[in-house]
């Protein structure tokens, strides 16, 4: 069954020094269907977390609601292979207020979550704290 997908990224410190946490979550189940860590903010991250929300959920969703960046767009297209109109449709640009409050909330209890240690000492580090707690989100998000 398609679904809406929430798609964010935040940012974190690794080694003191400021990354993307890029986030794809469904509004359906709740779940967090991929993630990713990078320096940067470009289409290939953005291609990245899309191709891997992708993998998990095995559907295409039927919306995709981001914030105004602009890698999203290029990313959504070439991953989701929606045509123009479908694209113009199905991916909505919201702010955290609006619609895209759903993925804003997961993005605030990350950053409560990790307050305590201020940065992570590495990116090894980093993805394994995130591989377990997405996977306990996941569990006592699930529906």
Request: hydrophobic residues 40%.
């Amino acid at each position: 069954m398609p679904t809406t997908w929430h798609v964010d990224e935040t940012y974190i410190k690794i080694s003191g020094k400021g990354v993307w946490l890029w986030i794809v979550r469904c509004r359906k189940t709740k779940q967090v269907l991929a993630w990713h860590i990078s320096k940067k903010r470009f289409y290939e991250d953005a291609k990245k977390v899309l191709s891997k929300a992708l993998h998990v959920a095995t559907l295409v969703p039927k919306c995709i609601i981001t914030d105004g960046l602009y890698a999203y767009r290029k990313a959504i297209y070439k991953v989701m292979k929606w045509n123009y109109r479908e694209h113009k449709k199905r991916h909505v640009v919201d702010s955290g207020v609006g619609q895209n409050w759903f993925i804003e909330r997961l993005n605030r209890e990350i950053k409560r979550r990790i307050k305590w240690f201020s940065t992570f000492q590495s990116l090894e580090g980093a993805k394994a704290f995130f591989s377990l707690w997405f996977r306990h989100w996941n569990r006592t998000h699930s529906t």
